[in-house]
């Protein structure tokens, strides 16, 4: 008794131990949000200061640009106030963004060529079809004598690409700015450039919750009455933090749901099942998520003409597709942004539906050696500098991954060598394998309740486990408070790790080996090789490059296949910011629609 008694004595000595460090680190952890407050307050005293300055700024260029236009008055030209106001932001001098005047010359040297491409569909020839708009100065008055350009004539039968909306036609109104939209399979994001400008701008996501990232998650919420509440970043942290669990339950929440369009018929009242089991219409899901984004947008583009209020009808709106996705899946794309009021049906011209991979090469083909990582492209300042250069570009996404062969013609236009191909392998491949290697770790039966019953926490763990992508070599991640203990309830947490060399528990969290986490992207670095090579067999091509683009080339293990795979017979490049080549190449597209000469 006198042990026991002992024994007890020390178990409440260490109890209290406990306690106490458990208090310090309280007390430490409530110093650290008050700093932390203090900084954010800070911080927003700053970027107050900055708005104040930037609205200074502005205000003092509108009055030069008042100045001017009282001088264009007395010479009878009286330009656009729009056009005035977008002359007024401030663009910095940069070597990776393309000069007005390379953009126009590009425009007329694809536009005047004829070409016939035979696509395996139909679509009806209208009168705007077969014409192409005016590109004008923003220096310049608009001269309504001035005689349109050569056009391209494309027969009913035959079309110069797989959506119809890629093609150019007569625009009712001149958008003074080219918005470029890349909706991804697990980041969605925008970048814009007004007309005349030198400069690509797109926002920073996230930054209130700590993030600083160019591109927010592909996540949408809606509340229990299916109205819209949330997207991105807020939409995760409002579910998963701010939400209780049986408040949870009752929202609608969307993740990833843009792979629903690969290899299926969607209609306008297919429906879609959230997290919580309840279905929506598919429609509202991506119509809501494309609002969003578009009201953003201009938002966005508002803080950067002196508060001057920008339309729908404003714009050029460029949406990026997969490029092995369906006509259909395209059409339903089309039908959800004019459902977003992005163009509306009388102006549905101004709406573009870019293949991913073309968006990418478009900017890829005009960056300068800095532009890679690999800073080196051996023969020129850029690709498009050497007219015959073949290169291939290896689309790496969420979702999918796409490849297209191009070859730069003269002017800087591209022409496309091989059909587009690619397969649904894309990063979240490697998710859905952790995700296996969990359930196999802790059982079917704990890691399914786990999933059922605490969707916030998963969604959280799939997160973190999204960053450690990023990362060559071993990783932790952060095991789930309720996935523990569901698991505790069986046997000791240690258990379920024996015997396994490749994954390891070590104080709440899981240990992959570099092993494990490569052999988890094995099945999408598998997918790409036998693209690459499928290419490469042919003998009537000459490739000199391959561009990795996409958030998921990022990964150090499929940037570092690709180059040791194939890096001895052709450079392997990769530009800095890959994640962005789509985007950013989307509003390229859009200020010179006819960069691609041909398609097969």
């Known amino acids: 008794m006198a042990q026991q008694d002992l024994y007890l004595t020390d178990l409440r000595e260490e109890n209290e131990q406990c306690k106490n460090e458990i208090m310090d680190l309280r007390k430490e952890n409530g110093n650290l949000k008050s700093k932390n407050r203090a900084l954010r307050l800070e911080n927003e005293k700053c970027n107050k200061e900055l708005e104040d300055l930037r609205q200074e700024n502005g205000n003092l260029k509108l009055e030069i640009s008042k100045l001017r236009s009282g001088l264009q008055d007395s010479q009878n030209i009286m330009p656009r106030p729009k056009e005035r106001m977008s002359k007024a932001v401030d663009h910095k001098e940069s070597n990776e963004e393309p000069r007005e005047s390379e953009l126009k010359a590009v425009n007329e040297k694809c536009a005047s060529k004829k070409h016939w491409v035979k696509l395996p569909f139909q679509l009806n020839s209208t009168e705007h079809d077969t014409q192409q708009p005016q590109e004008t100065n923003a220096d310049e008055p608009n001269d309504s004598s001035k005689q349109p350009e050569e056009v391209i004539r494309v027969p009913q039968k035959q079309c110069t690409s797989t959506a119809k909306a890629l093609r150019p036609r007569i625009q009712n109104k001149e958008s003074l700015v080219s918005i470029g939209i890349d909706f991804g399979t697990a980041f969605t994001g925008y970048s814009f450039s007004f007309k005349g400008a030198k400069q690509i701008r797109q926002p920073k996501w996230g930054e209130e919750y700590g993030m600083n990232t160019p591109k927010t998650p592909t996540c949408i919420l ?59 219409k598919a429609m509202k899901v991506f119509s809501e998520s494309l609002k969003f984004m578009k009201d953003h947008a201009l938002d966005m583009i508002g803080k950067h003409t002196s508060g001057v209020k920008y339309s729908a009808s404003d714009a050029t709106w460029v949406l990026t597709v997969p490029a092995i996705w369906s006509s259909a899946a395209k059409k339903f794309m089309t039908e959800a942004a004019t459902e977003a009021g992005l163009v509306t049906e009388s102006e549905s011209e101004k709406l573009i539906v870019a293949l991913e991979p073309e968006a990418a090469s478009v900017w890829c083909k005009q960056l300068p050696k800095e532009g890679f990582m690999e800073g080196d492209l051996t023969e020129a300042e850029t690709i498009e500098q050497i007219s015959g250069t073949q290169y291939i570009v290896v689309d790496c996404g969420g979702g999918t991954i796409d490849v297209t062969v191009h070859e730069v013609a003269e002017g800087g236009c591209l022409k496309e060598l ?22 196999e770790i802790f059982s079917k039966k704990v890691f399914d309740e786990f999933e059922e019953n605490h969707p916030s926490e998963l969604k959280r763990l799939m997160y973190d486990f999204s960053i450690c992508k990023r990362y060559d070599g071993e990783v932790l991640v952060q095991c789930p408070y309720n996935l523990q203990e569901l698991a505790r309830k069986v046997k000791d947490i240690e258990d379920y790790f024996e015997g396994n060399s490749d994954v390891d528990w070590e104080s709440g969290q899981i240990l992959l080996s570099g092993t494990k986490l490569r052999a988890l992207h094995d099945g999408s670095i598998r997918g790409i090789e036998n693209l690459i090579e499928e290419i490469l067999e042919k003998s009537d091509l000459s490739i000199r490059y391959i561009l990795l683009v996409g958030g998921f080339a990022l990964s150090p293990y499929v940037n570092g296949f690709v180059k040791e795979k194939f890096g001895s017979k052709f450079k392997v490049l990769c530009p800095v910011d890959a994640e962005l080549a789509v985007v950013k190449g989307a509003v390229m597209f859009g200020m010179m629609p006819n960069v691609v000469e041909s398609r097969i």
Do not use: C, P
């Open 418 to 439: 091989d059909r587009v191909s690619g397969n649904n392998l894309g990063g979240q491949t490697v998710d859905k394998n952790f995700k296996s290697l969990l359930r």
């Open 222 to 280: 809606f509340d229990e009455n299916k109205n819209f509440l949330k997207f991105g970043y807020d939409a995760i942290m409002t579910y998963t933090r701010q939400t209780r669990k049986s408040e949870a339950k009752k929202l609608y929440l969307f993740d990833d749901f843009k792979m629903e369009l690969y290899g299926k018929v969607l209609h306008r009242d297919s429906m879609m099942t959230a997290k919580n089991g309840k279905r929506i």
